[in-house]
Structures are given as structure tokens and as C-alpha cells.
């Protein structure tokens, strides 16, 4: 399973709601992970003007406020794709079988309708979100 959508999201909050700039170290310290994955996610995320770095500063800065910053728009920055795709199926069934010459169809379907609904549900949530359900756990 990747990680980089979960990651992404814990190194936004952590940009986010810093007082002072914060690196890819301090990052990979509270993420669990190295500083070389967390800087590979935060290409990703500057690739989609979601954050800024510049060379030979310490720290990142958001470029779009947490209140305007969809979960979809951060899985698609990680994702580098606009569409969501979390469910495959498999490549080769048996075509001289019932079940395999109509199972791709099947579940091409469904899976269709289960990726939608999740990128309805991202869309419909932002960074701000996660921040205040943070600071609710927090009490």
C-alpha cells in the first residue's frame, strides 16, 4: 500500500502549523521515515503549487491556505494524475470461462462507482479539516 497521500497530508499539517520553518529532517522525524522520502514528496507537492522551498533556505512554505486545500488536490498532487485510481483488477482471467469473461466488466463497474464516491469524499474535505480534528483530540 503507498503512503505518500498519508505522508503528504502529516507534512502539510506540519508546514501548516509550524511557527518557524521546518525541514525535510524535522519532517522525516515526526513522520517516521527518512529525509530523502519526505523530499521526494515535497517535489511533488511543489510540482503542484501546493508548497515552496527555496535553495538555500531551511524550511517550506504553503502556497495555498489550508482552508482552500482539498484532500483531492493533495492526493493528486502525490498521485500525479487528475484521476483516482485505488483499485485494479486483475490482467488475465480465462476468456473460456464464465467467471473470467465477464468478471473484468463487472467489477470495472463497481470499482468505477468506488473511486468516485472517494474522490467526491476527498473533495469535500480539506487540510483545515484535519487540523481541526487534530486540535479536537488534542483536548
Known sequence: MDTKFSVAVHILILISESPSPINSDQMAESVGTNASYIRKILALLKKADIVDGHRGVSGYDMTVSPEQLTLLQIYQAVTEGTKVHILDIHRNPNDKCVVGHYIQPVLSGIFA???????????????????????????
Open 113 to 139: 462507482d468506488v473511486e468516485d464516491t472517494f474522490a467526491k469524499s476527498l473533495a469535500g474535505k480539506t487540510l483545515a479539516d484535519c487540523i481541526d480534528d487534530i486540535k479536537k483530540r488534542m483536548k
